[in-house]
């Protein structure tokens, strides 16, 4: 069973920031992508950022401007710097690391609250 350590998250008030981190064992090799997604209640599972192959990124219209996620070279680590949150930004996040192969894996998910 391979586990991705999230860290990070918490509450936060509307306009504050927190910064997420998440980590998998050197036994991931070949990735081709690392990131983040989050799931509200009531809601689907969706893209926060990603970070490719190719070191591209790519992030949700809901987050463009405020978030920012980053990846450590050579290393299965990603983070998010989640910056003028709202209370829409309330959420699970999940951590995701996929395979060239196709195999994918997930953090356990990691509550974000935000207050007004």
């Known amino acids: 069973q391979v586990q991705l350590v999230e860290s990070g998250g918490g509450h936060a008030q509307t306009g504050g920031s927190l910064r997420l981190s998440c980590s998998g064992p050197?036994?991931?090799?070949?990735?081709?992508?690392m990131g983040w997604f989050r799931q509200a209640p009531g809601k689907q599972r969706e893209l926060v950022a990603v970070?490719?192959?190719?070191?591209?990124?790519r992030y949700s219209d809901a987050v463009k401007d405020r978030f920012a996620v980053s990846v450590v070279n050579g290393k299965n680590t990603v983070n998010l710097q989640m910056n003028n949150l709202t209370p829409s930004d309330t959420a699970v996040y999940y951590c995701?690391?996929?395979?060239?192969?196709?195999?994918?894996?997930w953090g356990q998910g990691i509550q974000v609250t935000v207050s007004s």
């Open positions: 970070v490719n192959i190719g070191g591209t990124t």
């Open positions: 050197e036994s991931i090799s070949a990735v081709a992508a």
């Open positions: 995701y690391i996929g395979r060239l192969s196709g195999r994918y894996y």
